[in-house]
């Protein structure tokens, strides 16, 4: 027998806030920068689907990606991951050139160490 929406009550389910999650917090702050989830994540580096996921609490963001969503989207890392601290300013901000210069950094470091991983995976071919 197949279920439809129509035969569930949903009514017992509150509605939770969307700032109780981390997803939550990404979608608001994300939002108030205007930024599509495509943009952000062609930004980061990353799929679509990899955001959407973090969005969606399917999923959370090393603390890597977690510095670079924080700087992006004008947040404090704590209120992203908890909710404490200054919540997203409506005015987009520029980043700053230590703010790139982090964001350089980190992704020297990933590049490396996919580097090193593509190195012992075609080791282990030979």
């Known amino acids: 027998m197949r279920t439809t929406y129509a035969d569930k009550d949903f009514t017992a389910v509150a509605p939770m806030d969307v700032e109780d999650t981390l997803g939550g917090r990404l979608v608001q702050a994300r939002e108030t920068t205007g930024l599509s989830t495509a943009q952000l ?13 973090w969005e969606t609490d399917r999923s959370e963001p090393r603390s890597n990606r977690l510095l670079m969503l924080a700087s992006m989207l004008n947040v404090s890392v704590t209120w992203l991951m908890v909710g404490g601290g200054e919540r997203p300013n409506v005015e987009i901000a520029t980043p700053t ?5 982090a964001m350089l950094r980190s992704l020297r470091q990933q590049s490396t160490a996919l580097t090193e991983e593509i190195d012992n995976v075609a080791a282990l071919l030979r």
Do not use: F, P, Y
Request: glycine share 12%; hydrophobic share 35%.
């Open 41 to 53: 994540a062609r930004r980061l580096g990353i799929k679509t689907s990899t955001l959407q996921g």
């Open 97 to 101: 050139v230590e703010d790139m210069k």
